[in-house]
């Protein structure tokens, strides 16, 4: 239903109004209007984006021109846009609700307002209103069934807006005439007394019925209100209401159970008031129920349950286990997903979506989020004007058919993609706020430490028993058929179907590394910095300590003897993975190095990779990419050595199989760490060049629409943010690539941070794989880094040079793996081994001690293997 009035701000300035309330107290009564001009439209959208859920906003949109950006708006969360009769047309003919727009009257004449709303079924807006009895005379003159009326004046007032007020009509008014404390402000328009201008109530004391709900709309009480308590309310943002026996009553003021304002409005017939609150304590009523009409019921008990077990847990709680089994839950959910889909029944559908509901909601609250926080997403959904067509992945069609569900007959096998990116289409809006490509932003200092933790989550992959179901079949069919099965698998997923054999053996033929001469020179400049910085990093001598006289530990390192390492194909052609990983394999000296990329669909591999391949020294190049590749790397086949290490990035599939052979003992292999899509965090001031961080922000969304990117802005104006996202939008759309960027763009966010110890706390939280600082003195602050996989210091170093040339390697932990692992270095490649020389000193020295610990730990063989040797001293 519609408001009582409108508070009308100004766009520029909303978060500090001056002279009036603040966002969090228009909240409470839920309206505000603004004007919308081609200037504004980044902060119409920002503020939408801070605001969705919680406020309701009405845009003056008249001076836009473009059709689009108005349909945006709506799309992004507005609730209603004023427009002009030539808009009005356009936006009816695209199909827009009726119910979303406001006409915009031409003029102020009982002509131009009779002309203007005639024949139209949409609400009218009549603004800047000087003369108001005029106003008054058509309003009694059009009636009180019709469309909604909304009134700006020319010189606002309290009695302007009350007049219109009981006709009907809903004023807008300015916010810094507006006050939520009328005993402090006097000289201002009482929020209480407007939001009460058309009340009415039939009791003899004149105090209106008023219900209190929670969030989700459950009564929890009936009270009675005033414009007193309505206006205590509005200034305190608590539940105050009008006790018929004590007067003004401050819920939970002697309890402590007291409530949170959310929002104040009136029923249809403007005779009822209905508080929204978060209720604190044990509950509403005096008898400590959630309710006085009892308890909680269904999904809202069910709510206040698993809240109680996550801040409790219990001992013996299957709640309590789920919260602390972030696997064993995820694994529930999919498993009662499942079960869903396979229910014939009324009862059977019932019983598991229970189950379902069940699980999501503990997934919820585990991670924080309530069902108000769903309920405002499935409420912001709601108003989107722009929809995607809705199909199902095809992964998901085939499974739903494989489960008993319908299909048309165009089901689609599932192709599993070697780099885990799918270009989004054209029409796809992945990605884009306002028709521009844009990274949503957050202000830390106005959300939540659990808000920011949620959007610094990464792109949700598939889950673990998903892929794995995928993966396993692939593993065993290779490990037990060998290269029939590897080259299956080629033919399958990288459609070479002339591929007869899945090996490319040394020495490679010249005629596989034709390539151009500036790319070849290339190849050698970066080749030899990775090398040089690899080479240093070898020990030069074995580690010896004499522990104690006699007793000397040494560790000395050896090479791993036979390394498999993984190329990604796919979206990009990758070389420089193949020198990332094959350079140091060729400093540690070790013996065997095959190198596994998939074929090109001709059965050919990409000359560059032949060419790196020749200068490492590898053995073989496999033809196959996925899991099939790391199966038969890890087992062999006829054709493909088997490895003792696999090492290189991949998609979900690769990371999948990689953990589930090293896993596996009879694969005796292990590999260099988890992985997953390629991210960046730029962290930024006012000293960088927007141009810089556009760039390097780019420079890793354009991997996959599954990467990420993260750009902490350390105390940015609006105009040195809206220069980044400028030089963003504009950079993207040249990039061949855009569809791609716009897919990762739609999960990528800016943090705007307060100073650089706050971005580098973010930063570690967040533990990126790429870390750019583009700050001042940023060699100092690299002293703050915690968690990265590599860094990248000052406005000259782009991550691009990382990537290929510079010397460090460009494989790094993903996904937060940063905080255990590190990139992948000589010591990869390495492992140590250590010895120990004792003389007969040394074993008097020590051999008391040892035949003691052994006598502990009732191991008396290892206690006589002491023992014997120092008895001899004494025959």
Not at 19 to 29: F, I, R, S, T
Not at 35 to 63: E, M, N
Not at 425 to 449: F, H, N, V
Not at 700 to 722: F, R, Y
Request: charged share 20%.
């Amino acid at each position: 239903m519609a408001s009582a009035f409108l508070t009308s701000i100004d766009l520029a300035s909303y978060a500090n109004p001056s002279g009036g309330p603040d966002l969090n107290a228009l909240g409470l009564v839920g309206h505000v209007f603004t004007k919308v001009d081609p200037a504004a439209i980044d902060d119409a959208f920002f503020y939408l984006q801070r605001t969705i859920g919680y406020i309701s906003t009405y845009f003056d949109v008249t001076s836009l021109a473009s059709i689009d950006e108005i349909v945006s708006l709506l799309d992004s969360g507005a609730a209603k846009v004023f427009v002009t009769r030539p808009q009005l047309d356009h936006l009816v003919s695209a199909n827009i609700s009726q119910e979303r727009l406001v006409l915009a009257m031409p003029g102020n004449t009982r002509d131009e307002v009779i002309n203007a709303i005639s024949g139209t079924a949409v609400d009218v807006y009549s603004h800047q209103v000087y003369d108001l009895e005029l106003v008054e005379a058509w309003l009694k003159e059009y009636g009180t069934d019709r469309p909604e009326v909304y009134v700006s004046f020319l010189e606002p007032s309290t009695d302007s807006a009350q007049r219109v007020s009981c006709l009907s009509a809903i004023p807008i008014l300015p916010v810094d005439l507006l006050t939520v404390d009328p005993k402090s402000q006097p000289q201002l328009i009482s929020v209480a007394k407007l939001l009460l201008a058309n009340a009415t109530s039939d009791r003899p004391d004149g105090l209106f019925t008023t219900i209190v709900a929670d969030e989700r709309g459950v009564a929890l009480g009936l009270v009675y209100s005033n414009e007193e308590s309505v206006s205590e309310s509005l200034r305190t943002g608590r539940g105050v209401y009008q006790s018929r026996k004590r007067g003004l009553w401050y819920k939970g003021e002697s309890s402590g159970d007291i409530q949170e304002l959310v929002s104040i409005s009136l029923d249809c017939d403007h005779d009822c008031l209905r508080f929204i609150v978060k209720q604190k304590g044990r509950g509403f009523c005096h008898l400590a129920t959630a309710t006085c009409f009892g308890q909680y019921r269904g999904v809202s008990r069910l709510q206040q349950t698993l809240q109680e077990r996550k801040e409790s847990t219990p001992e013996g709680s299957y709640t309590a286990r789920l919260f602390n089994d972030s696997k064993l839950l995820n694994a529930k959910i999919i498993e009662e997903a499942n079960e869903l889909c396979e229910a014939n029944t009324k009862s059977e559908t019932a019983f598991e979506a229970a189950d379902l509901i069940y699980f999501a909601l503990t997934k919820c609250v585990a991670a924080g989020v309530t069902l108000e926080d769903v309920e405002r997403n499935l409420d912001a959904k709601s108003v989107k004007v722009k929809r995607r067509r809705g199909d199902a992945k095809p992964q998901y069609t085939a499974q739903a058919v494989g489960a008993g569900g319908q299909s048309n007959g165009n089901t689609t096998e599932e192709v599993i993609k070697e780099a885990a990116s799918v270009s989004k289409s054209q029409a796809d809006p992945a990605g884009l706020q306002g028709g521009r490509i844009q990274m949503k932003r957050y202000i830390t200092s106005e959300e939540s430490p659990q808000t920011i933790e949620a959007v610094l989550q990464r792109p949700s992959q598939r889950s673990g028993e998903q892929v794995m179901g995928i993966v396993r079949p692939i593993i065993d069919a290779v490990k037990s058929r060998g290269d029939a099965a590897l080259l299956e698998y080629t033919k399958k997923f990288d459609k070479a179907t002339s591929l007869s054999s899945p090996v490319l053996s040394a020495p490679f033929h010249p005629s596989l590394m034709q390539l151009p001469p500036e790319t070849i020179q290339a190849i050698d400049i970066s080749f030899e910095n990775i090398r040089k910085f690899h080479a240093a990093q070898k020990e030069d001598r074995p580690l010896s300590v004499e522990t104690m006289p006699g007793v000397v530990c040494s560790r000395f390192a050896r090479a791993i003897e036979r390394v498999g390492l993984y190329v990604p194909g796919g979206t990009a052609v990758l070389p420089s993975s193949a020198m990332m990983l094959g350079v140091p394999a060729m400093v540690a000296g070790c013996k065997k190095i095959v190198i596994a990329s998939p074929p090109r669909p001709d059965g050919s591999i990409t000359p560059e990779i032949v060419y790196i391949a020749h200068k490492v020294g590898a053995e073989s190049i496999l033809l196959a990419g996925g899991a099939q590749a790391v199966a038969a790397l890890a087992y062999g086949t006829e054709s493909v050595s088997k490895v003792d290490k696999i090492l290189g990035p991949g998609n979900q599939f690769v990371t999948a199989a990689k953990m589930f052979v090293s896993n596996d003992t009879s694969a005796g292999v292990s590999i260099d760490m988890p992985a997953g899509p390629s991210e960046v965090l730029v962290i930024a001031d006012a000293s960088a060049n927007p141009a810089f961080v556009a760039s390097d922000l780019l420079s890793q969304a354009e991997h996959g629409v599954d990467s990420q990117v993260i750009l902490i802005a350390v105390d940015l104006t609006q105009s040195q943010l809206t220069a980044i996202e400028d030089e963003l939008h504009a950079q993207a759309n040249a990039l061949p690539r855009v569809d791609i960027v716009r897919g990762a763009i739609e999960h990528s966010v800016t943090l705007v941070a307060k100073d650089i110890v706050e971005a580098m706390r973010l930063s570690n939280l967040y533990a990126p794989e790429h870390l750019i600082l583009q700050v001042q003195n940023a060699e100092g602050v690299v002293a703050l880094v915690e968690n990265a996989g590599s860094v990248f210091i000052g406005e000259w170093t782009p991550e691009s040079v990382g990537d290929y040339s510079a010397g460090v390697n460009h494989s790094l932990p993903t996904y937060g793996y940063a905080k255990q692992y590190s990139g992948v270095n000589l010591g990869s490649y390495i492992k140590h081994i250590t010895s120990s020389q004792l003389t007969l000193e040394g074993l008097r020295n020590v051999g008391g001690a040892v035949m003691q610990l052994a006598k502990v730990e009732e191991l008396e063989a290892h206690r006589r293997a002491v023992g014997i040797r120092l008895g001899e001293l004494y025959y």
